[in-house]
């Protein structure tokens, strides 16, 4: 396993989050606060119908307590927000909107969701989903996140270009910001990952690290995949570009392996 010398004092430069499901917390929780690490804290449906707001809060208290800074990954499984079925926009919108009031007990940096969109589904349909989700999910959506003061972020998932995603973020200007997922790119996606960088930059508060080899969302550590890592942290140095990095990894030998190759190529591998 690599053994890294320090976790905080990179703190004052860069920002590496681990991705931790809320559930899976009392288990990393002692990690956690040994190496002074932010997280992103992921809530899942099971844990926002399995846990009272009462335990919610809790749990917010002894992190803040603990000086523990977070983002959090709000609920996105089977949510479809801007569903041509009303009835579906209706219970997913339901479901985020309950996810967003308890991230709003932990004070996160940020809120990350996804849109729903899906390929097979919206194609067709893909103007008349857009105009759905600016107009009815995402004018509901803000208007919480305003309420309970959050800051929301919309992750790249099955969205086709970021041509696509453009106008989303246009009609929302300084409301609404975007999670870049150059995994998500890669595979899911009509445009080369540094395309979606070049063209939706302006937006960039959050970045998801995770690598594959291009033909599914393997979530592999970062360097183990094809994904142009180097070319996107490249371009962000030049840019000064002060994003949150969430590393998605699906073992803590996996988080360290993405870590550590994300401080060499920062120039950080000494820390």
Known sequence: MIKLKNFTIWVRRLWVAASIPLELLDTYFPKVIERALPIELVLKAEVLDGLTFSDFKKWAKKLKDSGINLTVHLPFMDLSLAALDPWVRKVSLLRLFQGMKVASLFEPKVCVFHSGYH??????HK??????FIEEALSAILN???ELSL???????????PDFLRPVFEAYEGRLYWCFDPGHA??????????WLDKLSSYLIEMHC???LGEFDDHLPLGEGVVKFQEIFQALKQQKKEVFFTVEARSEEAFLKSFSFIMKLWGLENY
Request: hydrophobic letters at 30%; charged letters at 35%; glycine letters at 0%.
């Open 119 to 124: 390929q097979d589904y919206h194609r067709e």
């Open 127 to 132: 103007e008349k989903w857009r105009q759905v």
């Open 144 to 146: 919480l996140a305003e």
């Open 151 to 161: 800051t929301l972020a919309l992750e790249n998932t099955f969205e086709p270009t």
């Open 186 to 195: 890669k595979v899911f996606s009509k445009a080369d990952e540094l395309s």
């Open 210 to 212: 995770h690598d594959n």
